[in-house]
């Protein structure tokens, strides 16, 4: 686990805990500038029927020889509404010696992102049971959930396919949208009329 004094850990206890292959600490070294990494991407039930709830977690590789790490989670997923939706990123260096430091704040964002990185190893190993087609996503040149996709600069897998879509905030606003959260704290919907 990754506290708040520690933020120089061991990337390969770091992606075991992020339920990820120690292997793609060697991937992660190999991607190239504005090329991502991905851990899990698709869609589930929302809040409500009207939305589709998403989840997204991947790493980027940057300048400066950085990466940054994204998880999206809008599910409702087990019935369970207290489970909390989740937007999180952070920075961090791949080191020599396979250390990785995490740059500012990013040692707090790390364990949301740990979070969802967990949810999607639990619904990856259990496809079958949850509904998911695992052959489907191979007929399409995709690998299930995306997990482990390599996406190009130009947005195309290895494969010369289309990869996933960062949705990134858009998921976040139509999840508030849809639970009227925006109308309240933005003043479209004015509930105390003497203030202003």
């Known amino acids: 686990m990754v506290d708040g004094a520690a933020s120089n850990i061991d990337a390969h206890d770091w992606m075991q805990q992020l339920r990820f292959e120690y292997y793609r600490v060697a991937q992660l070294r190999r991607l190239r500038v504005g ?4 851990v899990g991407y698709f869609g589930g039930r929302g809040v409500s029927p009207e939305i589709d709830g998403h989840c997204e977690a991947y790493f980027t590789r940057n300048r400066g020889g950085y990466f940054s790490f994204h998880a999206i989670w809008t599910i409702c997923w087990g019935g369970n509404r207290r489970r909390p939706h989740v937007f999180t990123h952070g920075d961090f260096k791949l080191l020599p010696g396979n250390r990785i ?7 707090k964002a790390e364990r949301s992102f740990r979070l969802v990185c967990r949810y999607v190893y639990f619904i990856y190993r259990n496809m079958r049971q949850l509904g ?8 399409n040149d995709c690998k299930p959930l995306s997990r482990g996709e390599h996406v190009l600069k130009h947005g195309l897998n290895a494969r010369g396919v289309e990869g996933p879509e960062v949705r990134g905030l858009s998921a976040i606003v139509e999840t508030a949208a849809a639970l009227a959260v925006l109308g309240r704290r933005s003043g479209v919907a004015n509930e105390n009329p003497g203030r202003a």
Do not use: N, S
């Open 35 to 38: 090329e991502q990494l991905w």
């Open 101 to 107: 430091e995490f740059q500012g704040d990013a040692h």
């Open 132 to 139: 998911v087609d695992p052959e489907e996503a191979w007929r």
